[in-house]
């Protein structure tokens, strides 16, 4: 039997976009904390072009 999130379409979209959201968040107020460190800027760059991605993909519906 499928739950409610797996029959709407776009939820699996929808989840991905507030994970990849949250991370970038937390990278970002990590960032901000212990300054600048190239694996984390990388790391944000990296959620910034998932985010972009998933803004094209979704039709800009994030």
Known sequence: MQTQDETKPGSDSQKVTEHVTGAH???K???DKIGEHPE???A???LEMALAI???KT???L
């Open 25 to 27: 968040r937390l990278l």
């Open 29 to 31: 107020v990590l960032q």
């Open 54 to 56: 998933l803004e094209v």
């Open 59 to 61: 039709g800009g519906m």
């Open 44 to 46: 944000v760059n990296k």
């Open 40 to 42: 984390i800027g990388q």
